[in-house]
Nanobody
Framework: QVQLVESGGGSVQAGGSLKLSCAAS????????MGWYRQAPGKERELVST???????TYADSVKGRFTISQDNAKNTLYLQMNSLKTEDTAVYYC??????????????WGQGTQVTVS
């Protein structure tokens, strides 16, 4: 069973930075990689960024140029460096392991989430 454990959330002023980490008990996501999602109060969970096992990245338009996703394959750890944080970035952030669904990659394994609050 895959376990994902996030850390690094907290409270920060607008314009500040935070770095989230997600430690995976094992890495089985070679087809689709991993990603970061977030859910703000009263809103649906949204995809923030993804990274494949080869290191190819994608970003939501709202975070492009401010967030950087990365991974340490030796440590089975996923990261999200968040710079120039805005109040609208406030949310619970989840890391996810993605697997192939019927025709596209989907998040299948989830961490417990870590709160990021920007004031």
């Amino acid at each position: 069973q895959v376990q994902l454990v996030e850390s690094g959330g907290g409270s920060v002023q607008a314009g500040g930075s935070l770095k989230l980490s997600c430690a995976a008990s094992t890495y089985i996501f070679r087809d689709c990689g991993m990603g970061w999602y977030r859910q703000a109060p009263g809103k649906e969970r949204e995809l923030v960024s993804t990274i494949t096992s080869a290191g190819t990245t994608t970003y939501a338009d709202s975070v492009k140029g401010r967030f950087t996703i990365s991974q340490d394959n030796a440590k089975n750890t996923l990261y999200l460096q968040m710079n120039s944080l805005k109040t609208e970035d406030t949310a619970v952030y989840y890391c996810a392991g993605r697997v192939m669904g019927w025709s596209t990659c989907v998040a299948r394994y989830w961490g417990q989430g870590t709160q990021v609050t920007v004031s």
